[in-house]
């Protein structure tokens, strides 16, 4: 306590912070699927899309995580609040929450699972090898590249975005314009 | 200890750029007591000011000129019952409240008070307050649905469905501002909220008077849109007490509704002190770049002391105008020593700008500097605060057709066109 200023960066990403982001947002994952009222579960989901978003700064991708707390949490919560709040919800929440289609999505959930499984222990390998290349990953102690890591990333997503990917990004807007479209369509009869 | 100390004065880090987690915590418990004052305060001057502005007096009872009336307000609400509604959702009610309360506190953490005065200096500053000051409208709307009753419900969809709207004109108004900071010699702009005041000092003038009018057209924007984000008059759909009682708020009371009126004014200086910095340059001083002589150095640097003794000649004014009845015996006394204390502080600023004048890079000058720097942010945020009491006393609330209406019909095809203006002359101008 009696130093001076600690010039290094204090890491992140220990392991208390992760299990305790992890088990929230496993926590209010659980607890979207078992709440009967649909209010309960938008706020466990906001509470596990905030967690995600401390995960995602754990893996020093503050962009990312500031995009997901204005994204999700910020805009499509709240329209998602606004919607459940419109609709009839007393006689949805009387309704069987578990219809015949169950066996598929069990089926999808498991096959995510194995996606995610492959890729933890296909990335354990590609950390490894990254770690000779002298490149990082957040496991890294290296705190001098975390920090120019960290300086300017927003300015590489933007290059990235709009020169490498631009056709991607392109695509992708308008999908979402496409969307916009319908959904106005499909509300406004006369147009 | 006294040493720790003064290696933290002389240094120029923010305590979350330097990794010390003991600093940030004292920074933290600053700004938290700081902006509960700056409530408080503001609760007295819009009680005070609201009265004059229709030719009443205001409280004048509690204390002299009702300076106490604050204090006597938060007692009686701590006092009073908090009644949770039996057929509310007890939970979610409760709950409510301190996400409103949380969500307006958190921002705190990057508002730059100075080059070094804020808890840290994130990489996507602006991008973290504006997501986190979104977050304050969840408690808003989960507080209307779980009271369980008509007027909240509708208030906060109302409150919902306005603040979602706004938040689009006022990012790309935002995203304009941004956008200003890469006009630099790299071409690279930033986010993090000290970078952005860093890069109007670089390029000599505030992003307000920037591209004349389009910075101001986009500060514009912002100005409109805090005022609809923070659920103020007159754009206080979701608490209009002539059609909902009190809007989303109705079933709450006592300690719990304070703490919806703390977070309404916290989030208050937080949008503020968003459009200070990204607009009006921040901590900087009138004329940074042209007046850099050290006289005129020290003529700013008197500016706090001034202030002060302003207030105090004020207060001193205010008791010789006390009337000699004896009733008014204890508050004249009363705003004598409030007077003298004001003073005192006064003399202090004065004595630390004479002293850091004197001397160069010594304890003095940095302290001098700090000061500087705290005092002309919060004082432009101070003029924002006081903005927010004219509006309200000003215009008469809108319907929330037209509310709806100015937000996507007007404010964002504006916003829109003043960034692609801003783009293109960005272009051409570097």
């Not at chain 1, 607890?31 to 938008?42: D, E, G, Q």
């Not at chain 1, 999505?105 to 354990?124: E, H």
């Not at chain 2, 002539?242 to 006592?254: D, K, P, R, V």
Request: charged share 10%.
């Amino acid at each position: 306590m009696n130093s001076a200023l600690n010039p290094g960066m204090a890491p992140v990403a220990t392991p208390f912070f992760f299990y305790l982001l992890a088990g929230l947002a496993i926590m209010g994952g659980i607890l979207v699927i078992t709440r009967s009222n649909a209010v309960h579960s938008a706020l466990s989901l906001i509470v596990t899309l905030l967690s995600v978003a401390g995960l995602y700064l754990m893996l020093y991708a503050p962009f990312v995580a500031g995009v997901q707390i204005i994204v999700y949490a910020g805009g499509i919560m709240v329209l998602f609040l606004f919607v459940i709040m419109l609709v009839n919800v007393e006689r949805a929440s009387k309704d069987r929450r578990f219809n015949r289609i169950w066996p598929i999505g069990l089926v999808a959930a498991c096959t995510l699972m194995g996606l995610f499984v492959s890729a933890f222990v296909k990335g354990s390998r590609i950390n490894d090898m990254f770690r000779d290349r002298g490149m990082l990953l957040p496991e890294s102690s290296n705190t001098q590249q975390v920090a120019s890591l960290l300086y300017g990333e927003v300015d590489r997503m933007g290059r990235y975005t709009l020169g490498q990917y631009t056709f991607a990004f392109e695509i992708a807007s308008l999908l979402l314009l496409v969307a916009i479209l319908g959904a106005v369509i499909m509300t406004k009869k006369k147009i | 200890m006294p040493n720790f100390i003064m290696s933290y004065l002389g240094s120029t880090l923010t305590p979350g750029e330097a990794g010390n987690q003991f600093w940030a915590l004292v920074y933290v418990l600053v700004i938290f007591a700081g902006v509960s004052v700056a409530v408080i305060a503001m609760n007295w001057i819009e009680r005070k000011a609201l009265a004059h502005f229709q030719i009443r007096l205001g409280p004048m009872r509690v204390g002299p000129h009702g300076l106490l009336q604050p204090f006597a307000d938060a007692l009686k609400l701590m006092l009073k019952e908090d009644i949770i509604p039996s057929e509310a959702d007890q939970f979610v009610f409760w709950v409510a409240p301190l996400i409103g309360l949380l969500a307006a506190f958190t921002v705190y953490t990057v508002i730059p008070f100075g080059p070094s005065q804020a808890v840290s200096d994130m990489n996507i500053g602006i991008l973290f307050m504006l997501g986190v000051s979104s977050l304050g409208v969840l408690g808003i709307v989960v507080a209307g649905w779980a009271s369980n009753s008509n007027y909240p419900l509708i208030g906060a969809l109302r409150s919902s469905a306005q603040m979602v709207s706004y938040e689009v004109a006022m990012g790309l108004a935002v995203v304009s501002a941004i956008l200003m900071t890469s006009l630099n010699s790299t071409g690279t702009g930033t986010l993090s909220m000290i970078g952005i005041v860093q890069a109007q000092q670089q390029q000599g003038v505030w992003f307000i008077f920037k591209f004349f009018p389009l910075g101001f057209i986009a500060f514009a924007i912002f100005a409109i849109a805090m005022v609809a984000e923070t659920n103020r008059a007159p754009f206080d759909m979701a608490e209009a007490e002539s059609e909902l009682t009190a809007g989303y708020h109705t079933e709450y009371s006592g300690f719990r509704w304070s703490l919806f009126m703390l977070s309404e004014y916290a989030a208050m200086i937080a949008v503020s002190s968003i459009a200070v910095t990204l607009w009006l340059g921040g901590w900087m001083r009138p004329f940074p770049n042209l007046l850099h002589a050290p006289a005129w150095e020290f003529v700013f640097s008197l500016f706090p002391a001034l202030t002060f003794g302003g207030l105090a000649a004020i207060a001193f004014i205010g008791t010789v105008r006390m009337p000699s009845h004896s009733f008014f015996k204890i508050q004249r006394i009363g705003l004598a020593v409030f007077g003298a204390l004001l003073g005192l502080v006064a003399l202090l600023l004065l004595l630390i700008a004479i002293a850091g004048h004197s001397a160069d890079e010594t304890l003095a000058s940095r302290f001098k500097e700090s000061i500087g720097h705290v005092y002309w942010f919060v004082l432009k945020v101070a003029v924002f605060m006081y903005l927010f009491i004219w509006y309200r006393a000003t215009w008469p609330r809108y319907r929330f057709d037209q509310l709806m209406k100015i937000g996507w019909k007007v404010m964002l095809p504006i916003s829109l066109g003043v960034l692609m203006i801003t783009a293109i002359v960005g272009v051409i101008f570097s």
